[in-house]
């Protein structure tokens, strides 16, 4: 679908986009406010010149430093805020503990053993991280899932491509593992009524506006068949159509983990310590709801992260260094984290904001009231399709914050299941899979550099339009036989 933009067109898509940017802003074809049309003209500059890769996409992602205080969509100080998110600092501490993990070879026996344990086929890797993740997500929030099995899935390529197939294609098994990690974490995380924030934030207004309280278990009864039919399709859509891979059983394979196994021996003292850090770290995020309700101070996803990563340092390793003790991570090994990715999540929020503050998505929102006529099937894929496509570019909880009411509103006015409509609209806005700023895990996988843009555009694209299929009928005719409820 998608082909390699040479420099010539890159070179044209500066000025084009540009133009195009120039052209809305005057033209303002939608006949919106000055400052929501503004804010549209330098998203759109934004995405034209991310999907073309006219500058480097963490170039790109600074853009709103200059031109959203410029063009008065926000002061500076607003702007930057942006760039701190407390998600980007989940990232770091998840970037940091994965170095650690690599720098000490931890990483090469993980990936050993699960390769030891699934096989050496590509497929049953595949199929094996993708049950692993979406499980986890289920319970951890996805972004923290995907930060634990990101480090050990980059391990498995690498052993993977230091003894190809001779009829394998390894660039498509590392592609395809990359893009498991982030879908089945999202799609994982709509299972359960804690596996993301979207879920907690629509479940919380519903309670409030109604005095309805969704169970947990009728979440789960809807939301499993869901997440299952989205895996499924996800495995057929990566190993069987987009990506094979072809790398079949290997004895040779086989042979070299058992002897790189041997070689390893036994946990060095700084290995011990690492896994020590990280299983700590996942515990935490895994526990930190108990923890918090025993009142004596608060953790989230963030802290958590910052902690074992900031541990890192202060933890000696074992032998001695030129007289000192070799701390676990020093400052020197953060040349090697993907900084970028760090500005490129930034910059996706700082665009989010401004179309918020302006006014767009509230408008997105409002619009479908005039969608109140339809009935039935037709509306929740409406819903669906517009709630995806707008998580591709603001942050999915905050959509959620802005269209439960709008949708509430417009099920009391016509006599639609305001639950109905909610759940399309909250499931799918955790299902953007075509940018990286679409979802944290999304950008956490592109950071790897193993997934080229236009592959990511690609196969999110097909997982958006199967997903919206997906929600649209599961939610329409199984929903009815779990909530008998009408809501309004």
């Known amino acids: 679908m998608f082909r390699k933009i040479n420099f010539q067109e890159k070179y044209l898509a500066l000025p084009l986009g540009i133009l195009l940017a120039l052209f809305f802003g005057w033209a303002n074809p939608f006949s919106l406010d000055a400052k929501a049309n503004t804010a549209v003209a330098i998203a759109l500059l934004m995405v034209l010149w991310w999907v073309t890769e006219a500058l480097p996409m963490p170039v790109v ?4 430093v200059i031109l959203h205080p410029l063009f008065h969509l926000g002061t500076i100080e607003e702007t930057t805020k942006a760039y701190s998110n407390p998600v980007i600092f989940l990232f770091m501490g998840g970037f940091l503990i994965g170095i650690a993990i690599e720098k000490w070879n931890l990483h ?9 344990f699934t096989g050496t086929s590509g497929n049953k890797i595949i199929l094996g991280f993708m049950i692993a993740t979406a499980f986890l997500s289920m319970w951890l929030s996805n972004t923290a899932t995907t930060m634990m099995m990101f480090p050990i899935a980059l391990s498995v390529i690498r052993v993977m491509k230091e003894h190809p197939s001779e009829t394998g294609n390894t660039h498509n098994f590392a592609l395809a593992l990359m893009l498991t990690l982030a879908y089945a974490s999202n799609i994982g995380g709509m299972a359960t009524m804690i596996g993301t924030p979207p879920n907690i934030a629509y479940a919380s207004f519903f309670e409030k506006k109604y005095g309805f309280t969704i169970s947990f278990s009728d979440w789960m009864a809807l939301c499993i068949p869901i997440s299952f039919l989205l895996l499924l399709a996800l495995y057929i859509v990566l190993t069987g159509w987009l990506y094979p891979n072809r790398l079949y059983e290997n004895n040779n394979i086989q042979t ?3 002897q790189e196994l041997k070689s390893l021996g036994p946990l060095s003292i700084a290995e011990k310590r690492i896994l020590v850090i990280f299983v700590s770290t996942a515990l935490l995020w895994i526990f930190k709801d108990l923890w918090n309700q025993l009142g004596i101070f608060k953790l989230d996803d963030t802290i958590i992260a910052m902690t074992g990563a900031l541990t890192l340092f202060a933890t000696p390793a ?5 007289t000192k003790k070799q701390m676990l991570l020093k400052w020197s090994d953060t040349s090697v984290m993907s ?3 760090l500005l490129l999540f930034g910059g996706g929020i700082a665009m989010a904001n401004s179309l918020e503050r302006t006014g767009i998505m509230t408008m997105i929102g409002h619009a479908f009231a005039d969608a109140a006529s339809i009935k039935g099937v037709i509306l929740i894929f409406l819903i669906a399709t517009l709630s995806i496509f707008m998580s591709e ?18 099920a009391d006015a016509s ?12 499931l799918a806005a955790s299902a953007a899979s075509m940018l990286p700023m679409g979802t944290p895990p999304n ?14 555009l690609k196969t999110g694209l097909i997982m958006n339009l199967i997903s919206i299929v997906v929600i649209t009928l599961l939610c329409r005719y199984l929903f009815p036989l779990i909530f008998q409820q009408p809501f309004h």
Do not use: C, D
């Open 256 to 258: 070299y983990i058992q």
């Open 393 to 410: 570019l603001m942050s999915n909880v905050a959509q959620v914050i802005v269209l439960a009411p709008v949708l509430a509103a417009v």
């Open 443 to 456: 950008a956490i996988v592109f950071s790897s550099n193993h997934i080229p843009l236009k592959e990511m």
């Open 339 to 341: 900084w970028g990715i």
């Open 61 to 64: 992602a600074l853009l709103p």
């Open 318 to 322: 074992e032998g001695q260094t030129n």
């Open 415 to 426: 006599g639609h299941n305001s639950l109905q409509l909610g759940l399309a609209m909250t």
């Open 108 to 116: 090469k026996r993980i990936a050993l053993q699960i390769v030891s």
